[in-house]
């Protein structure tokens, strides 16, 4: 089987999985870029029936949670942060304080690639980031009027449980990295290790059918190289793509301690919500 994303040589490394009790598939590794990938995917309009899976109990509290990575992870990106890791652990008391000296408001354009029900475009606007949703399969219900439509183009896109869900991964990636305007490319997936998980592993998620394309390190890395990006980690499951190269260690540091340092980096934005409610009302009232 020819790799969906490098196109090379996969090798089958499980056999006869069975996806949603009833549908069956074979697995492989690609032997260059390590993506693991399915050889057939013919479920997925069962898979969603529902777009978010009734699983997915951790919705909610995980929006919260990076909206508060995504605010501190922008503003820090923004700054221009000077300052080793070992500095700002000295200084982590007083970063709460001067906020305005470590952190730089971001006033660009972002745009929620997959935002399903618009819940972090909620979040992020609240907190006063300009954020926009992007989702053909689920309909928005938290940021309504608020879709890339609005806009021409955006700054930095955020992706969220997106990746896993990828029948044919380069195609998405051309839409979204191919285009020199975007200077970040923020995203979340579960990366396995240097080796094929055990099928006891819980993101392979064959219940639901919907995770169905995994990827590690060295995949990240390829895909970083191909489009001429810069590429690190927060964790094991919290990505960057950029086309500068930035202060990682010094970020990361930072967006780990996000609901520590969030609050003070909220005070350099003014929020969206009113604002948002009166443009809302001016959509909805007839016009005279």
């Known amino acids: 089987m020819k790799c969906k994303l490098c196109g090379n040589q996969s ?80 200084l982590k008391m007083f970063i709460k304080f001067f906020a305005s000296v470590f952190f730089k408001s971001y006033e660009r354009e972002i745009l929620d690639y997959g935002g399903g029900y618009g819940l972090l475009v909620r979040l992020l606007r609240d907190s006063g980031l300009k954020a926009y949703w992007s989702d053909p399969y689920t309909e928005n219900k938290f940021s309504k009027g608020f879709g890339s439509e609005t806009k021409g183009h955006f700054d930095a896109v955020v992706s969220f449980e997106v990746l896993e869900h990828l029948e044919n991964p380069i195609s998405q990636f051309d839409i979204l990295l191919k285009n020199e305007n975007i200077s970040f490319l923020i995203f979340s997936t579960e990366l396995y290790g240097e080796r094929v998980p055990d099928l006891s592993w819980w993101y392979f998620s064959f219940a639901t059918g919907q995770h169905i394309t995994f990827y590690n390190k060295k995949t990240l890395s390829f895909i970083a190289k191909k489009y001429g990006l810069y590429y690190f980690s927060i964790s094991s499951s919290f990505h960057v793509f950029t086309r500068q190269k930035v202060n990682s260690k010094s970020i990361k540091f930072l967006v780990e301690r996000s609901d520590y340092f969030a609050p003070a980096v909220s005070r350099l934005y003014q929020s969206l919500t009113w604002s948002d409610h009166h443009l809302m009302m001016e959509s909805i009232t007839p016009k005279k």
């Open 11 to 90: 090798k089958l490394v499980y056999s006869e999985l069975i996806y949603m009790a009833k549908f069956k598939a074979n697995m492989f590794q690609c032997e260059t870029c390590e993506l693991l990938q399915l050889d057939k995917v013919y479920w997925l309009e069962n898979a969603y029936a529902e777009s978010i899976a009734v699983t997915d109990t951790g919705l909610v509290a995980r929006n919260i949670d990076l909206s508060k990575k995504v605010l501190v992870l922008l503003s820090s990106i923004n700054s221009n942060l000077i300052f080793p890791v070992f500095i700002l652990r000295f």
